[in-house]
C-alpha cells in the first residue's frame, strides 16, 4: 500500500477518534464532578437517596458545572424510575444544559424510548405540573410562634403553595385581602419569566417601627411595616377598591429576575406588568408615568451632557437610564417582549446563575440582541453604554467614578 494513502487513513482516523475520545472523557468528567449526591443517583439508578434528596429540600434542579440537572442524567441513563421521581418531585423538563441539551434529547440520542415519551409529556405540559417548593433554609421566623416573639404580639399567618404572608393579627382581614393579591402577582410574575422563584415567597409585616421593617427583600424573603395593611389609609382602597401592593410585587419580581442589566431595573420592569395585570388603577398608573417621565428626563440630560451622568444626580439612580432604554425597547416589540427576552434567557440559564456579574451582564445582552428587530447591542453603542461591563461593575458611588457608562 502506497505510503500516501497509509497517511490519509491515519490522518483519517485521528479525526474520528480523537473527538470521540475527547467526548468520552468529559462523560466521566461529568459523572465524577456531579455537584451533589442526587446527581450521581440519577445517573446510577439510586431510587432511594433521590427521595431522599427531595424529601430534605434540595433544589432538584440544581446544575452542575456542566449545566446538567439531575433529570439529564436519568435521562441520558434511561432511568424512567428515575425520571419519574424527579418530575413527581417537580424538576423542570424545559432546562437546557450547557451545550443546549434537553433531557428529552439526551433520552433520544440514547435510544430510551419509554423514558423519551415520558419527558416528552412532561415537557408539553411544563408551566402547568406542580413544582414543589420549599422555604428558605436560614428563615428567621418560618412559623407563627417565632413571628409572634418577633412582634411581641399574636399573628396569623396565611399560606399558599408559592406565598406566605405574616401580620399582626390586628390586621388579619386586611391581610387576607393583601395575600389574595400576591397569590395572583407570584402567578402573573410566572407566566413572565416561566421559571418559579428558589424559594417559596414569605411577606413578614412588622409593626411600624420595627427594625426588621425595611421594605427590601433577600432571597425570597420580603420585610415591610404594616403600613400597606391598613387600607384605610390608602386612596387606592378608598377610591378604587385595591390594595396598594405594587411595592410588595417589585420586591416578589427581583426574586424572579436571575438576569444582569442596569441596577435593578428588569425586576422593576416586570413588577409593573404584574402590578397592571394584578391590580391596576389610576393612582397606580398616574405613579406608573410620573416614575417612566423621569427616566425620560434622565436619559435626556445624559445626552444633552455628551454621554454622562449628570453630576449632581444621586449615583444609585444611574439605572434609569437602563429603565427608559428597556421601556423602548418593551414599546417597540409590543406586549410579548417580557415573556420573549426570558424565553431566550431560559437557554442561557447557566452563564446567568453561576457566572460573573460582568458575565452575567454579557449574557443578559446577547438575549436582549437577540429579540428581533431591537439591534440591542446597537441601541447600548450608541448610547455610549457598554456591552462588557455591568454599571455595577464600573463603582458609580464611588467619588473617583468618571459619570460615564462606558
Known sequence: MPKWIVAVII???MLVLFPLAA???TREEIIRFADSPIHMAAKNRGI???????????????????????????AEAGYLSGVELLLVGGADAELLDAEGVSALQYALNNGHSGTASVLAKASSLQGVAPVRQILKPTLRYPDRRSFEAAIGGSAVLLKSERVWLFAPKRFSK????VHGYLVKAYDALYDIVGVHTKYVIVVYNFP??????????????IRYDDTNLRLELHDEWTEHGVPHVSGYIEEMAHNFNYTQFGWEMVGWSIGIQASERVADNPIFQEHVQRTRRGQADTFSLY?????????????????????HLLYQCEQEYGPSFWRAFFKEAKKERLALMNGTRDERYQATIECFDRLPGLNFKQLLSSNKISLTTDIKSLDPESPTWDRRLE
Open 11 to 13: 490522518i483519517v482516523l
Open 208 to 221: 411600624r417601627g420595627h427594625p426588621e421593617a425595611t421594605g427590601g427583600t433577600s432571597e425570597c424573603t
Open 23 to 25: 467526548r468520552l472523557l
Open 174 to 177: 386586611n391581610a387576607e385581602i
Open 303 to 323: 445626552r444633552s451632557l455628551g454621554y454622562v451622568y449628570a453630576g449632581d444626580m444621586p449615583a444609585n439612580q444611574v439605572d434609569r437610564i437602563h429603565a
Open 48 to 74: 432511594e437517596v433521590i427521595q431522599a434528596a427531595i424529601d430534605s429540600g434540595v433544589d432538584i434542579d440544581a446544575m452542575d458545572e456542566f449545566g446538567k440537572t439531575p433529570l439529564h442524567y436519568a
